[in-house]
């Protein structure tokens, strides 16, 4: 249950009055467990018993709404970072603004309060497992998509996911400013952990802590097992240290290796032997169809189709399922290594992984990252101030452009492995004239540092870059303008991105969330008014829906965001009923 467990001395409870609250039910629990045996010993007659049995469920239901309710009493592992922080909301008071309504721009996520109340089919309220990874090797934008992926992973399974430490990521490393980061640096993991009653987020050092230094962890041997050094804080260790932390945590763990290219993580519907041997029947069905995902380019099946069709749709050429069966339902650790040697890399979009056999869930999860796996308020209000200063300087351009609409660029060039996406600026404006008119407002998110490059650009349009609006960054930290800059080009009327690029793939999958939420033209098969400047045979590709395909990480996919609030009334009346049920002997 989220709340349930406390995360380390940062965040210790508020106030006394929790704590006693919390030792008068237990001392009730003891009395009415110690009265329920008396009736039993006595031969009472069994409504009696039945009774208390009630009495006793009903105590343990207010006593885990009791421990759900203080959970937002706890501070946060940052409580500097955010202090207002409102989870599917945007208050930027506390972050230098901008104004509510102008702030509003940003928002794309949704304030669903029922869809908390989901529990996995897998979650043991009797015990806790736990779900450990190793973070991705690469730029920032490979590793959220990791991240997201494990997250959903953890949550499916119904296990308490175990933060990595915090380390220096690539591309963020700039000397003069924080450059060691945790995901809770870029998301608000602890509301995130707060919010779900299924959910439960820990950080490595609470792990350690609390598992395996009162040695509950058995290396190969059936031998108790210590990290390394007996150390249970790891944050900031550098690389070496921390893949000794890693490797140690696999031979403790059940290591899971599920290669998304040769796979897809199946979840059945429920724990029954039942659900899991339809998948497998599934499958094999499939595969007999040799379905292709060229099948589905511009015909999706309904976002309720059956199992099997949803599988055809996201087949992706797979021919494996990894499901999660009932050998590790068993298990109570699972660790997902990072590993070339081992074809061990999440580098994939959690919806082009993850399937689930119930529709309804497969929704939910979509939901879940949307609203709230999203940038921390104060990345989201630095870009809504860069936006509204954009679009005064549009306005100002030109005095008909009342509405200051503008478009936008990603223009990847720095390191990029793709040398054929590396093209020059004159190429960019033969592919961007076919849409964009002369002198239109441009913002360019980039990393190419000479300027003049551009040049070709500027000659046609009004060209605007994030330095040009560095008062609207005033003590931010600069490790956060790449994520500011994926924000800022979301809002472009008209967007051209890098085919291959994970950035611009993210850019993408945010302009799908607004194009869906305000049902711009298209919506319904998640269709966006945006296009690619490289590869001209991937010009218009995000004008037609297209199913999951190989290399998932070259752009993102309508599935991400079509539709996910369809049928949400039917799904929270299956989540109230299971509560009802779960409060019941």
């Not at 602890?190 to 009162?214: D, F, P, S």
Request: proline content about 4%.
């Amino acid at each position: 249950m989220a709340g349930t467990s406390g995360r380390g001395t940062a965040r210790r409870r508020s106030s006394g009055a929790s704590l006693g609250f919390y030792l008068g039910v237990i001392a009730l629990l003891f009395g009415l467990l110690n009265l329920a045996l008396n009736l039993r010993t006595t031969q009472f007659v069994e409504q009696d018993i039945s009774v208390v049995e009630a009495i006793l469920k009903e105590s343990l239901s207010a006593f885990t709404s009791a421990k759900v309710a203080d959970a937002g009493s706890r501070q946060e592992l940052h409580p500097d970072r955010h202090p207002s922080y409102k989870l599917a909301g945007l208050s930027c008071d506390a972050y230098g603004g901008p104004s509510p309504d102008v702030a509003q721009e940003m928002v794309y996520w949704r304030d669903i309060p029922a869809d908390s109340n989901h529990v996995s089919p897998f979650q043991k309220p009797a015990v806790t497992e736990y779900l450990t990874f190793e973070p991705d090797h690469g730029g920032f934008n490979n590793i959220r998509m990791a991240m997201e992926t494990v997250l959903a992973l953890a949550f499916a399974m119904g296990r308490t996911l175990v933060l990595p430490p915090e380390k220096r990521m690539y591309l963020l490393d700039k000397d003069s400013e924080r450059n060691h980061f945790g995901f809770d640096h870029f998301f608000h993991m602890e509301a995130i952990h707060n919010e779900h009653t299924g959910l439960n987020i820990i950080t490595m050092q609470e792990y350690l802590e609390r598992e395996a230094m009162t040695g509950h962890f058995r290396d190969g041997d059936g031998n108790v097992a210590f990290p390394p050094s007996n150390r249970t804080q790891w944050d900031g260790a550098n690389p070496d240290e921390i893949d000794t932390l890693f490797y140690w945590l696999r031979s403790v763990s059940q290591v899971v290796v599920w290669n998304p290219e040769e796979c897809m993580a199946v979840f059945p519907a429920s724990a029954s032997h039942e659900d899991t041997q339809d998948l497998i029947r599934i499958n094999s069905e499939v595969n007999a169809e040799n379905v292709k995902w060229e099948d589905y380019v511009g015909k999706p099946f309904p976002i309720d189709a059956s199992a099997k069709n949803r599988m055809k749709e996201n087949r992706a050429g797979r021919q494996e399922i990894c499901l999660y069966n009932e050998t590790l339902q068993a298990a109570q650790r699972i660790h997902f290594p990072t590993d070339h040697s081992m074809s061990a890399r999440l580098l994939v979009h959690f919806y082009a992984f993850l399937f689930f056999q119930d529709w309804k869930q497969d929704l939910w999860m979509k939901r879940f990252i949307r609203d709230h796996v999203r940038y921390m308020d104060e990345i989201q209000c630095a870009a809504a101030r860069v936006v509204a200063a954009v679009r005064q300087k549009a306005r100002a351009y030109n005095n008909a452009n009342t509405e200051g609409s503008f478009s936008s660029f990603h223009i990847r060039r720095g390191d990029f492995q793709y040398k054929k996406t590396r093209v020059e600026a004159t190429e960019i404006y033969d592919m961007a004239k076919r849409r964009l008119a002369e002198n239109e407002t441009v913002y360019i998110a980039t990393d190419e540092r000479n300027i003049g490059f551009f040049q070709p650009l500027k000659g046609h349009y009004n060209v605007f870059f994030l330095s040009d609006f560095a008062s609207e960054l005033a003590g931010v930290n600069t490790n956060y303008y790449g994520m500011i800059d994926q924000l800022v080009t979301s809002r472009g009327s008209i967007f051209f991105g890098c085919w291959f690029s994970t950035f611009t793939g993210y850019i993408n999958r945010i302009r799908g969330y607004h194009a869906d939420q305000q049902k711009l033209p298209g919506y319904e098969q998640g269709i966006v008014n945006s296009w690619y400047y490289t590869l001209p045979d991937r010009f218009d590709h995000m004008q037609s829906f297209y199913p999951v395909k190989q290399a998932f990480y070259a752009r993102e996919f309508p599935s991400s965001w079509r539709l996910l609030d369809d049928w949400m009334e039917e799904f929270h009346k299956e989540v109230d009923a299971k509560q009802r049920k779960d409060h019941t002997f």
